[in-house]
């Protein structure tokens, strides 16, 4: 579970500094990149810990699986929220086979 929540915060900051930018379209490129780069160092600081702890009990494909499913959980929370963009169908049934990844994954 620790690996989980580690994930979650640490897709947060990703999300933020990989599209949170575009809400500020008129500043400049430098400038958006280096606080792009500002935000993603709290991703790693959350990221490398989840990964070392989740490594532990998962491989590293079962790793990688499960952090995209929670990067598109979380991107779909920011995009709804600060963006406005809400699930079509077409991204719903795009989520389920994703997350048929992670069962397969895990399952066998």
Known sequence: MKTVILLIISNLFMTI???GH???KEKPIVWVILISWSVALFEYI???PA???G???FSVTQLKIMQECITLLVFTVIAYFLFDQTLR???VV???LIVGA???SFAF
């Open 17 to 19: 500094a990989w599209y």
């Open 22 to 24: 575009l809400k500020y």
């Open 46 to 48: 959350f990221q490398i």
């Open 51 to 53: 990964n070392r702890i």
């Open 55 to 57: 490594s532990q009990t």
């Open 89 to 91: 169908w077409n991204n």
């Open 94 to 96: 795009s989520y389920a």
């Open 102 to 104: 992670v069962f397969f």
